[in-house]
């Protein structure tokens, strides 16, 4: 592991006590004991980098596709995004993120494929895990290209998780590639069907990486552990967005505790961004 620059400060819960380097800050050997799982097993984060205005994906024009825009990827976050991935067994993607993979249009490919960094090959080969975590992809249509999810089966395990009413031929071809399709809901996947799901198999440290719609069913069933959430010193504005959550009013506000929170700022051209980590106020 190398320094790549600016040190963090810390603003919580040690304010000022701590300049951190940003490399390492999530690859704690210890970070799975500190992770409490919930009621099927598994121990559920997200991470989101936002603008200051709350946009997490923007829409150059009308109905053209939604992507995180440049002015807030930024290669700081993504190392934390990389890190984060390091303590997974499973990834949650959705699958409109496998269409956009098989239209070739995905800004990334899965996390760690085979660009991983090195020293994140490393933890995990030191904490026992496989050298990559796997896929679990969340879709109501089953609406998915066989060619990424074949690509990426010759890497690590892939899981398809829908609702019993998913189209019977589309899940037929999928299994005739070689996928295993598993019914975790009715129209859509609820958390409460999903996470027993990914206990059985062994994945028990689930890092949600898709976007507001998986967010939500996470959110809504009460099963969402952590957020990690980056916040870009940018106002985007516009009106084609993506925000960390989608649909109605939740039923009830879910209230989240800070555990951590770091200053990213040296006053260079890298944007200024705060880094935050809230985790569910009651279990
Ligand atoms: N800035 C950031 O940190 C960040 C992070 C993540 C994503 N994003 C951006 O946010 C935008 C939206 O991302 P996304 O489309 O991947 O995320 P999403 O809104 O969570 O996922 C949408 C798709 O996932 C499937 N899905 C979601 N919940 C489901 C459920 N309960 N049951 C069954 N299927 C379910 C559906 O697939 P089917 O259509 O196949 O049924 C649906 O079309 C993208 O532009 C992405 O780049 C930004």
Not at 46 to 70: H, Y
Not at 144 to 155: F, G, I, K, Q, T
Not at 249 to 261: D, G, S, W
């Amino acid at each position: 592991m190398t320094s790549t620059g600016p040190r963090l400060q810390c603003l919580y819960p040690d304010a000022g006590t701590r300049a951190l380097e940003l490399e390492g800050l999530y690859l704690d050997e210890c970070w799975r004991a500190g992770a409490v799982p919930g009621p099927e097993g598994c121990f559920v984060y997200a991470n989101f980098v936002a603008s200051l205005d709350g946009r997490i994906a923007t829409a150059a024009e009308p109905g053209g596709s939604l992507e995180v825009p440049a002015a807030i990827a930024n290669p700081r976050d993504w190392r934390l995004y990389l890190e984060l991935a390091a303590q997974a067994d499973v990834l949650l993607v959705s699958g409109r993120y496998v269409r956009e993979l098989g239209a070739g249009t995905a800004q990334a490919g899965f996390a760690l494929s085979g660009d991983a960094p090195a020293d994140l090959l490393n933890f995990r080969a030191r904490l026992g895990l496989p050298p990559r975590p796997a896929i679990a992809v969340l879709s109501a249509s089953l609406d998915l290209p066989p060619a990424p999810l074949a690509a990426v089966r010759r890497e690590r395990p892939v899981l398809i998780l829908t609702g019993a009413a998913a189209d019977g031929a589309r899940r037929r071809a999928l299994e005739a590639h070689g996928c295993e399709v598993v019914v975790a809901g009715q129209s859509t996947v609820r958390a409460a069907q999903l996470l027993p799901e990914l206990a059985a198999r062994g994945l028990r440290y689930v890092y949600a990486i898709a976007g507001p719609e998986v967010l939500r069913t996470l959110v809504v069933a009460g099963r969402l552990d952590r957020l990690y959430l980056t916040t870009v010193f940018r106002l985007l504005g516009g009106d084609r967005f993506a925000t960390l959550l989608t649909g109605e009013l939740l039923p009830a506000p879910v209230a989240l505790r800070l555990r951590e929170a770091y200053l990213d700022q040296d006053g260079g051209p890298a944007p200024a961004q705060l880094i935050q980590v809230f985790e569910r106020v009651w279990r």
